[in-house]
């Protein structure tokens, strides 16, 4: 059995938290007395770390010259490295602003768990390299929703540009919505 770790931390001018499994059908929604534990890192310009993972996991049999794999993916938070500076959050709407802008990240990477699942077990790999195969292929899909997930706090400017946070909001509805029709196409192969 095959495990990989890739750790991920966000350096965030607003928090954002999620903990789901693979097999949830929508991203959790946030709360920020739920997902925050850390202690603030007060020397940090940011109003929130969020400590995340991407886990996965695969057991492979091969049989008759195929390679087939039973595929385990699961993204957390690390509620315990996460923090929320909440001096910060000065009244109910910029708290709103900052939550709704956090559910973005956890969407990403809802969509990034979405991705995983069906990219890592819709392929025919190589009796011979399947193993580099399949760890290619996971470092590929990180990376993208690695930069999707910076160019989404640098565009919006952490949420506090609200028209980019708006064009965003569309952006990351439309990928969850390519992700849920490329995931049923390959369902009905």
């Known amino acids: ?10 350096f965030l001018a607003l ?3 999620f903990a789901f499994k693979q097999n949830t059908s929508e991203p959790v929604q946030l709360s920020w007395e739920t997902h925050f534990k850390g202690k603030a890192d ?3 310009p940011f109003f929130a770390l969020t400590a995340m993972t991407w886990q996965y996991s695969y057991e492979s049999v091969v049989y008759r010259n195929r390679v087939t794999i039973k595929l385990k993916n699961e993204v957390m938070i690390d509620k315990d490295r996460s923090w929320v500076k ?22 990403i990477q809802y969509i990034l768990l979405s991705e995983a ?11 011979t390299n ?5 760890s290619q292929l996971a470092n590929e899909v990180s990376t993208y929703f690695d930069t999707m997930q910076r160019n989404y706090d640098e565009e919006t400017e952490h949420g506090s540009n609200h028209k980019m946070q708006a064009r965003w909001d569309q952006i990351i509805q439309d990928k969850a919505e390519e992700s849920k029709a490329a995931t049923l196409a390959d369902a009905g192969k």
Not at 86 to 104: C, F, T, Y
Not at 117 to 127: A, C, D, F, G, I
């Open 1 to 10: 059995m095959k495990k990989l770790l890739i750790p991920f931390l966000f």
């Open 15 to 17: 928090p954002f938290t």
């Open 42 to 44: 007060m020397n940090s």
């Open 86 to 107: 909440w001096d910060r959050i000065k009244n109910p709407q910029v708290s709103a602003d900052l939550l709704h802008h956090e559910q973005g990240h956890v969407n």
């Open 117 to 127: 699942e069906r990219v890592l077990k819709n392929r025919t790999y190589s009796v």
């Open 130 to 134: 399947y193993k580099a195969q399949i």
